[in-house]
């Protein structure tokens, strides 16, 4: 069985370096990375400039490209067959609430589930990322691995996983969070006395909501959100179909210049 694994922390990130380790009981891991860190790109796709991937060892790629490209490449040109399964990650970092709009660690997973391909997101929340803490995450992750290579995921869905800092206190399946993003400019001056900006300067917080992504890690539990791509708010059409606007045909005129 063929497992494609990336990431958007880059090849060289050692929360890579534990899941392909990882993954390789369960078949042949072929690595497909951003050759530097191309965290918080989200779902961006190179079609515009050539990509070049570089097999830096055998069955590992770095590519110039984003980890949506890395998938597209992978599936589409690196590898000889398809893979059974796409794993991406172990990030750095938490992947929960609405930061998931901005992961490029998540945004892979989707491209892979675009393919066909069953796929998982894997994160590492907190802030110690020592080897220990990302070996443990990716022996989890090789078990929930092999339950979808078994068991099958659930049409058009991925699983998108954020493990505890610390030692799991088990597996909850839950939703996605709200986040509380904080003042998160930064207004600062330049050697030469010009205005730069810094994005993402505040402290951030969440709503710390029962059966959320953030409660269930907060609480020590391996969080497991089932995701797809339909991003429809199915609650909000009772509220929209009373403006009435499939019952409109007299179009606002163009205004006289
Ligand atoms: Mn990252």
């Known amino acids: 069985m063929l497992i494609l694994v990336t990431n958007d922390d880059g090849v060289f990130s050692p929360g890579i370096r534990a899941l392909a380790k990882s993954l390789c009981a369960l078949g042949r891991v072929v690595v497909v990375a951003p050759d530097r860190e191309r965290s918080a790109v989200s779902h961006a796709l190179t079609l515009h400039s050539p990509l070049r991937a570089e097999e830096i060892r055998p069955d590992i790629f770095a590519v110039d490209g984003t980890p949506t490209d890395c998938v597209n490449l992978g599936v589409h040109g690196l590898l000889q067959e398809r893979p059974a399964l796409v794993v991406s990650g172990i990030n750095r970092g938490g992947n929960m609430g609405d930061d998931l709009t901005y992961s490029g660690t998540v945004s892979a997973a989707m491209e892979a589930t675009l393919m066909g391909v069953p796929a998982m997101a894997v994160s590492l929340d907190g802030e110690s990322f020592g080897s220990d803490n990302f070996n443990r995450s990716a022996r989890l992750t090789l078990f929930l691995a092999r339950s979808i290579v078994e068991k099958g995921l659930p049409p058009d869905t991925f699983l998108n996983i954020n493990f505890p800092a610390a030692e799991p206190r088990g597996f909850k399946l839950t939703r ?17 006395g010009k205005t730069y900006y810094w994005l993402g300067g505040g402290e951030m ?17 391996v ?5 797809h791509l339909d991003l429809t708010n199915y609650r909000s059409f009772e509220q929209l179909e ?16």
């Open 223 to 227: 969080s497991i959100t089932p995701l």
């Open 242 to 257: 009373s403006w009435g606007l499939d019952a409109v045909t007299d179009f606002p005129a163009e205004p006289e210049s």
């Open 205 to 221: 917080g969440f709503d710390n909501l029962e059966g959320t992504d953030f409660h269930a890690v907060h609480a020590g539990y």
């Open 176 to 192: 996605q969070g709200k986040r509380r993003y904080g003042e998160t400019v930064v207004e600062k001056i330049d050697p030469r």
